[in-house]
């Protein structure tokens, strides 16, 4: 089949994608920026094509929308904002609408969230919203609904790690007493891929989860039994929503936002409904502790597929990171470092690709951890979203408070550009260049300042930078693997 997918660069599109691959399927993928996708792995794959198109935009037609049969709309904008993402949501699936009559697609295959309650989550509201205006378009609706999803560089799980490995004693809100119901992202792509063309399957609505019912203290405590760790949790009545947002937001690496809309939603039981769909699709559901035992083995491999940090899905609202990806040449302040490579640029290159996250940045790393500790503190990110992979890095993903907008290895050639909070725009970018039979790193901090502050602000980093920024650059010349354990 000929299958669109949206929401192909977030956390579940990045791993569908090889899925219906494998299963033989061509698959047209959304993407908002082609430039943002690497010409490299599966997306250099012959079955995959790029559909440049921005949902809460008018769409363009394309001839590659011609003889689409199946569509997944995958788009989710909840991180994104606190206030209007419900607007968002509902905008990019009506223009996903219009699209869809461009195809002859029979299908929409729908990943939600369990809306059992009568009285809903924000988020959860929002999402039954979207599921209803889907429901009415020309197109037969499946939808799969979801609650906590586990796998490697899933939100869930990374929040629960984060909690389980930093705290061995918690004081925690009520809602930690909530049921819920999570499901192994290996199931959901079970269920994804096989509701593929079932017609009975078509125009329904189906809840699915794991083996185990589980307040959020239970999976605190079972994450901690499987990671051999002892934990204490104590529950207190009069903790707000508020301070649980705040509470997740400085002990875990989410977003403020992010933390909002999880708080807001983990107040809500989300239990499934009895339904036969795992019976009729021959899916075995997977225990959570097994779940999150098989989330390790991915992260022990180095083989974490996606995470949702690194997520860039077509329902951002903010669309200026686009602009960023050519570096300012005017109005701004730098900082150059030219160092000769006196030996292998290759392994210099390596050491390119694998800055930040567990290696760090070469020099000074406790300034870099006080600096990430003052961004979390004024409602940045901080340094706590680390990176997917130690020694990949795309276009596209995160690194610490950097977002990567170029990743060209061919031209030995890294952007960095930064979501930390600054009164200016901040790029960091590393090249190695061969000129007169020599090669050199070059690495250019570039700040483009917002007013008196933004000056201000360079001035005063700037003695700061003049060591950190020339370490940094030595050391990545001269750092081997073979120095530091």
Not at 45 to 53: I, R
Not at 164 to 190: C, D, F, G, S, Y
Not at 289 to 303: G, L, P, T
Request: aromatic share 10%; net charge neutral; proline share 5%.
């Amino acid at each position: 089949m000929k299958i669109l997918l949206t929401g192909s660069t977030g956390y579940i599109g990045r791993r569908l994608l090889p899925e219906l691959i494998h299963e033989g399927h061509e698959v047209v993928c959304c993407v908002r920026d082609r430039n943002r996708v690497p010409d490299e792995g599966i997306w250099a794959h012959p079955a995959v094509s790029l559909y440049e198109v921005d949902f809460l935009k008018q769409a363009a037609p394309s001839p590659l929308l011609n003889d689409i049969e199946a569509a997944y709309y995958l788009i989710h904008s909840m991180s994104d904002n606190i206030s209007d993402f419900q607007q968002v949501e509902a905008k990019a699936a009506t223009e996903f609408l219009r699209v869809m009559t461009f195809t002859k697609a029979r299908q929409v295959i729908f990943l939600t969230g369990m809306a059992n309650e009568q009285h809903l989550s924000k988020h959860l509201a929002s999402r039954k919203k979207v599921e209803d205006i889907l429901n009415a378009g020309p197109v037969p609706l499946t939808a799969v609904r979801a609650g906590v999803i586990l796998g490697s560089g899933s939100a869930s799980f990374e929040i629960i790690r984060d909690l389980v490995e930093k705290l061995p004693v918690m004081v925690t809100p009520k809602w930690l007493n909530t049921p819920h119901q999570p499901v192994a992202i290996r199931n959901v792509l079970q269920y994804l891929t096989r509701v593929l063309d079932r017609p009975e399957t078509f125009g329904k609505a189906f809840d699915i989860g794991g083996t185990d019912i589980l307040t959020y203290k239970d999976m605190l405590l079972q994450f901690a039994e499987v990671r051999g760790l002892k934990r204490h949790i104590f529950i207190v009545p009069v903790m707000t929503p508020r301070l649980s947002s705040y509470w997740l937001y400085f002990v875990t690496s989410t977003s403020y936002s992010l933390a909002v809309n999880l708080v807001n939603s983990m107040k809500t039981e989300v239990v499934a409904r009895d339904n036969c769909l795992g019976e009729l699709l021959k899916i075995e559901p997977i225990t959570y502790k097994d779940a999150v035992r098989m989330a390790f083995q991915k992260i022990e491999q180095n083989n974490v597929v996606s995470s949702w940090k690194d997520a860039l899905v077509s329902s951002y609202a903010d669309n200026s990171l686009l602009e960023h990806i050519k570096v300012p040449a005017n109005g701004c302040f730098y900082d150059i470092r030219k160092k000769l490579i006196t030996g292998n640029p290759d392994q210099v290159l390596e050491n390119i690709w694998q800055i930040g996250g567990e290696r760090g940045w070469y020099y000074g790393d406790w300034l870099w951890h006080i600096r990430g500790l003052m961004d979390k503190v004024f409602g940045g990110v901080g340094l706590r979203r680390g990176r997917t992979n130690p020694q990949q890095i795309y276009t596209g993903d995160t690194l610490d408070f950097w977002r990567v907008l170029a990743a060209d290895r061919s031209n030995r050639r890294l952007l960095l550009y930064a979501e930390m909070k600054l009164p200016g725009e901040a790029w960091l970018e590393f090249k190695i260049e061969h000129k007169d039979g020599q090669d050199w790193l070059i690495q250019q901090a570039t700040f483009r300042p917002k007013g008196l502050a933004g000056r201000l602000y360079w001035y005063a980093v700037l003695p700061f930078h003049f060591f950190v920024f020339d370490g940094m650059a030595s050391n990545i010349v001269e750092y081997y693997p073979s120095i530091k354990a």
